[in-house]
């Protein structure tokens, strides 16, 4: 059951459908013949009819299929007709794809439709965009693997989403004995100052922010030279924020519900809350483009492709986030 | 249910009853009246028997005290009378208990029970040693903190135990942004040691032990300069160690019955994993000594002292452990 007060006017959500030599596409499918995603979104692949096609196939399913392959087309196209709509400019034959395998091909592919994804939603046409799993292997070969939406501090952000629990992160991918240096009170405020707007613009009104901190226990030097002053100066700007609160308790009461989100100090201190509750149907939405992108935690799972037999509920849950976070309702309660 | 087999000889386990103004001799005589650790260990309370008398008259229940003074009674004693044994040495009488509140006598009085609890171990006295919840406050007054058994790199170690999961960690109350520097091949080939040999003293036999790494994904130079020859040089000794492995996934494997437990590098990489994972009835164990030393989670509980409503399930485990750990059985299966 999923409590998502459906809007008036559908959000327009599109789906690039990962690598189609992994089983992207089949996840997708699967989801977007789920009642509860018409109900809520118009779905739009971004991808290979062909492959897509070749999918729906090898499940049985049946559907037609509506191809658009310019931006104009939105605005022509009937989007009451019954079907599948798929946004397609012929990157990539079926031919191409080498199910199981990485290819350079597939990886270029999809370098492509992610940026198609991006430029569609920021022409007004894509409300949000939800990216299937990826081959980061093929994209390198293809050298387009900077087209993945990464995280760049004090400009986008990774949250991680897995039940009750979510985490922002204020560093990615840094080496540990960095982050102390890049932790300051210019980008700890503008970060909280980014997470209040755009929660607020998603429907969590009033978010309440629990900072974690960065040493044992919340205490030592970049709490309370960088960390506290911008908490502080966070509070008299009127944000809901707490902290900073000691590392290994505010995941727990953020799981209890005391807070809308935690912003981590760093990767593993929010990647090991997430990975150690468990919760199933885990998903990860970018702050910082004006849309929502969630993507899914899961890979391209080479070893299950092409049997019918990959689990579809953490892209369903990725979709159904892009669009009750594009109509402005808030993260959508799964289960 | 608990799971454990008796030995033949019972390990004599002394618990320190804890700061007398909380809730520690409280949890301790309510754990000491059940069935399971009657069967498994003989029990002996180090702390005042006038406030063990205190909290039996408070919880209503009935046993007769037999109070040693000094370690030669150990030997004159018979420990097959019913009832409950104190060794108490008169450090602390009733009047000097401040229910709910600090107070540096209490303190005091806890810091020599710890003392008294090592000595009577290291005389061969006790097979295993508990400590109840103290307060580091009170123990900061009377000058006695440093009585509580500390973590030291390279001789001693935490072992949190949550449910399945284990966690060593390599360094503990240090600044984040030093653990780096901490991290050296011959720490962690010595901790790994050190781990290897008291598991198979405790009963876990050729223990399937995983290092975390340091960075995202266990991929930086910590790893390729330190963890990396560390384990290469411990796997070639003989021992079943597996890593670095990435940080935000260890854990969970450890759940899922993978290894017997982990060794993280620092602090909170140990303690978020173990608090959000939240399984019920956590302890720690102290490694380095040559006895178990167990302890609970939580505090002295000020708010809900004298009530006779703590929750004893904690204390009842850290007993449970420590019996066990002693007899070389292994870590009890709790549930």
Redesign the interface.
């Known amino acids: 059951m999923v409590n998502i007060p459906c809007s008036v006017k559908k959000p327009r959500v599109g789906i690039m459908i990962g690598d189609p030599s992994g089983i992207g596409p089949e996840v997708v499918i699967k989801s977007i013949f789920e009642e509860r995603i018409k109900k809520c979104c118009q779905p739009i692949l971004i991808g290979s009819v062909e492959v897509v096609q070749a999918v729906l196939d090898m499940l049985g399913k049946h559907a037609q299929l509506h191809v658009l392959t310019t931006p104009e087309q939105f605005n022509q196209i009937n989007w009451d007709n019954e079907g599948i709509f798929v946004f397609d400019t012929g990157e990539l034959a079926l031919k191409d794809v080498t199910l199981g395998k990485d290819n350079a091909v597939c990886g270029k592919a999809t370098g492509i439709w992610l940026d198609q994804a991006d430029q569609l939603a920021r022409m007004g046409l894509l409300d949000a965009t939800v990216m299937a799993p990826i081959s980061g292997v093929a994209m390198e070969e293809a050298g387009v693997l900077d087209r993945v939406v990464q995280p760049i501090p004090g400009q986008s952000y990774l949250l991680l989403v897995s039940g009750p629990l979510r985490v922002a992160h204020l560093t ?6 960095e ?2 240096g890049l932790i300051s009170r210019p980008l700890v405020e503008k970060t909280l100052e980014i997470l209040q707007q755009t929660f607020e613009v998603w429907g969590v009104k009033q978010p309440r922010i629990a900072v974690a901190g ?4 919340a205490k ?3 709490e309370s030279e960088e960390i506290i002053p911008a908490v502080l100066a966070s509070q008299q700007k009127g944000l809901n924020v707490s902290g900073p609160i000691s ?3 505010v ?2 009461h953020c ?1 209890d519900g005391y807070y809308d989100l935690v912003l981590a100090m760093y ?3 929010g ?8 919760f199933s149907g885990n998903y990860a939405v970018i702050i910082g483009p004006p849309y929502p992108h969630t993507s899914v935690a899961h890979g391209t799972a080479y070893d299950i492709v092409g049997k019918g037999i990959a689990d579809h509920s953490m892209m369903l849950n990725a979709i159904l986030a892009a669009a009750s976070l594009a109509a402005g309702e808030g993260f959508p309660q799964l289960n």
Chains 1, 2 share one sequence.
Do not use: M, Y
């Open positions: 990615d991918h840094v080496p540990l004995r982050v102390s960065f040493n044992p226990h030592g030097q970049e590392p290994d308790t995941f727990r799981i990767h593993d201190q990647h090991i809350a997430v990975k150690t509750a468990a």
